[in-house]
C-alpha cells in the first residue's frame, strides 16, 4: 500500500475563515510533507516533519499553521488567507532516512481563497 | 543556491513517437535524482537514480543518471496517448530531512 490520502479534495474558503487540511499515510513513514503547487509550476516545499517533529519550515507565513499528532496523521491549519494563497496543496511522506527514500505524494487538496 | 532545469519546457508528439526528456541540476549534497508523472492531481513516482550510468526501466520508461555532468534522461518509447502528463524532477540531498527541489516539469502531449 503506496497510499497518502488527503481531504478535502476541495476547499474554498474566504479570508477571514480558519480551516484544516489533512493528510493521512499508513505505511510506517516517519517523514511527513507540505507542498504547495501553483498552475503551471513545480511543487514549492512548505515543512517537513521526521519522526513528529518540525524539522523544515521553508520560510512559510504564520498564516499556515501544520501539525503532527502523530505518525500518521499531517494537518495543516489556514488562518487569515490571502487569495494568492489559492494553490493545490500537496502532502508526501516517506521512510525518513534510508536511503532509497522516495517520497509518494497524496492526491491534494485545491484551495480557493476568495 | 539549489537548481534543477528541465527541458524542453513542452512537447508535442505522436502516438508511437519516442520521446527524450532532459533534467540537469546543481545541487549542493547531492544524494539521488528523482523522477514523477504528474497528470491531473498528485506526482507519481516514476524512478529514483542514485549511481551514474545504471539504466533503470519500467515498461516503456527508462532513465538514466549522469553524476559526472550532472544531468539525467527520461526515455520513452511507442509513446501512447496515456503518457500525455507533466514530467517531474528532483534532487534529493542528504540530510534536511530528504528535501527534493523540483525542476520546473515537461509537459507532453501525446496525439493520437
Known amino acids: 500500500d503506496t497510499e497518502v490520502t488527503q481531504t478535502p479534495k476541495h476547499l474554498v474558503m474566504g479570508m477571514t475563515n480558519k480551516k484544516s487540511l489533512k493528510c493521512e499515510q499508513h505505511?510506517?513513514?516517519?517523514?511527513m510533507y507540505w507542498y504547495k503547487q501553483k498552475a503551471k509550476k513545480p511543487p514549492e516545499l512548505m515543512f517537513v516533519?521526521?519522526?513528529?517533529?518540525?524539522?523544515i519550515n521553508e520560510s512559510v507565513p504564520s498564516r499556515f499553521s501544520p501539525e503532527c499528532p502523530n505518525s500518521s496523521l499531517l494537518n495543516l491549519h489556514l488562518h487569515a488567507l490571502q487569495p494568492e494563497d489559492s494553490a493545490l496543496y500537496l502532502c508526501?511522506?516517506?521512510?525518513?532516512?534510508?536511503?532509497?527514500?522516495?517520497?509518494?505524494f497524496g492526491p491534494g487538496t485545491r484551495l480557493t481563497v476568495l | 543556491e539549489d537548481k534543477v532545469v528541465q527541458s524542453p519546457l513542452s512537447l508535442v508528439v505522436h502516438e508511437g513517437d519516442t520521446v527524450t526528456l532532459n533534467c540537469s541540476y546543481e545541487?549542493?549534497?547531492?544524494?539521488?535524482l528523482l523522477w514523477y508523472k504528474q497528470e491531473k492531481k498528485a506526482p507519481t513516482f516514476l524512478f529514483m537514480l542514485?549511481?551514474?550510468?545504471i539504466e533503470k526501466k519500467s515498461g516503456r520508461l527508462s532513465s538514466i543518471l549522469d553524476k559526472k555532468e550532472l544531468f539525467s534522461i527520461l526515455n520513452i518509447t511507442a509513446t501512447q496517448t496515456g503518457d500525455s502528463a507533466i514530467y517531474l524532477c528532483?534532487?534529493?540531498?542528504?540530510?534536511?530531512?530528504?528535501?527534493?527541489?523540483f525542476g520546473g516539469g515537461t509537459r507532453l502531449m501525446v496525439k493520437p
Open positions: 528532483a534532487s534529493k540531498i542528504r540530510g534536511a530531512g530528504n528535501m527534493l527541489t
Open positions: 508526501a511522506s516517506s521512510q525518513a532516512g534510508g536511503f532509497q527514500d522516495t517520497q509518494y
Open positions: 545541487v549542493t549534497n547531492f544524494r539521488s
Open positions: 516533519y521526521s519522526y513528529e517533529k518540525l524539522s
Open positions: 505505511m510506517g513513514h516517519r517523514a
Open positions: 542514485t549511481s551514474s550510468g
